[in-house]
């Protein structure tokens, strides 16, 4: 199968994860996401892979930290892993047909609960996982389509919730 660059199409975002091991995080998505791989190749410097993967209807490319990166630690560090930086920077949100059940898949296969699926104010079921490299994944489910001003008189109930009751 040819490859049609890294990104396809003309003004589609396609992210890019960095990762300790690519071929475990391959395993994961795959059993997590139903992952296909549409491509694969060493790295540059061969310690290890560079994937390109269809995940639900996006192209996600992920690819193994550099072992000079994981050593430097420095702030602006290229190609390092969540793990390495201590965090994730960003949340990839995904819209499935059933949360709950790709929420427990997920689960099932390693990430671990971040936000359990919960009803939210702006008409969503919505919940995160964290897989087991350190990326975020928020899954979401249309329940109702609201209004702007609708979404906003429920999310003044719901602050009004997290303040709790008036003294």
């Not at 490859?3 to 391959?26: N, T, Y």
């Not at 192209?59 to 390092?80: D, K, N, W, Y």
């Not at 997920?106 to 919940?127: E, I, K, L, N």
């Amino acid at each position: 199968m040819a490859v049609k660059g890294s990104v396809p199409d003309q003004g589609a975002i396609v992210p890019h994860l960095v990762v300790r091991d690519a071929q475990e995080a391959l395993a994961f998505y795959q059993a997590a996401f139903d992952a296909q791989l549409l491509f694969r190749s060493p790295s540059p410097s061969g310690a290890g892979e560079h994937l390109h993967l269809k995940v639900w209807d996006s192209l996600i490319q992920v690819s193994t930290e550099e072992p000079a990166q994981r050593q430097q630690r420095v702030e602006g560090a290229l190609l390092a892993s969540p793990e390495t930086l201590s965090g994730s920077t960003c949340v990839f949100q995904v819209a499935v047909v059933n949360v709950d059940d790709a929420y427990k898949r997920a689960v099932d296969a390693g990430a671990s609960p971040a936000m359990p699926p919960t009803d939210m104010f702006w008409g969503d079921r919505y919940g995160w996982v964290r897989d087991p490299f350190g990326h975020m994944w928020a899954l979401s489910q249309i329940l109702e389509v609201l209004t702007p001003e609708q979404i906003e008189e429920r999310m003044r109930g719901f602050a009004a919730q997290m303040k709790g009751p008036s003294r």
